[in-house]
């Protein structure tokens, strides 16, 4: 069993929207890894964060990731950083794995930047920036398609990936 699709992109660029949307287009189940470690742990994910540190989130974190690849069949949404783990890219080779993108002036608009992320909390514009530069090589190098979505609704991102990825309606 694997996923129909894998959804990959930074904090806020609509990976749950088009994610569900996906899903009812395609009759399929949806599932978001940041969800399940949140249901699991009892605590929001920034708080594992604060309390625990980036390095034991990401190994929960991988755990979710690993698990729901071996038991979903639906549409898959990742958290933003879980492509930063080796093992995690290995898992998603063969995978129908789309990238959502956008820039920055878009994830103002969408996110705010703000403190609630916690890899944001200092300087957002810049940090948000510094991630992306850090990550959008993983992110294309995992990706069978790429959609940007400045500018779009999530109903033209959801139907032109179905488009990229040849995905046929049910």
């Known amino acids: 069993m694997s996923p129909v699709v894998v959804l990959v992109g930074p904090m806020g660029v609509g990976k749950s929207t ?27 994910i920034a708080e594992i964060f604060v309390d625990e540190g980036e390095a034991a989130f990401r190994a929960i974190e991988k755990a979710a990731v690993r698990r729901a690849l071996a038991e979903h069949d639906g549409v898959l949404a990742l958290g933003g ?9 290995a898992l998603l080779a063969g ?4 990238y959502l993108s956008m820039d920055v002036e878009e994830a103002v608009k969408r996110t705010g930047l703000n403190a609630a992320r916690p890899l944001l909390a200092v300087n957002p514009r810049k940090q948000w920036r510094e991630l992306m530069e850090a990550r959008r090589h993983l992110y294309e190098s995992i990706a069978t398609a790429v959609v940007a979505t400045d500018g779009r609704t999530p109903e033209e991102v959801t139907q032109i990936a179905l488009d990229a990825l040849e995905l046929k309606e049910a």
């Open 95 to 98: 995978q129908r794995v789309l």
């Open 81 to 89: 950083g879980s492509i930063l783990d080796e093992g995690t890219r």
């Open 18 to 44: 088009v994610g569900r949307l996906l899903a009812e287009r395609l009759t399929v189940g949806y599932r978001d890894t940041d969800d399940d470690i949140v249901a699991e742990q009892g605590r929001a």
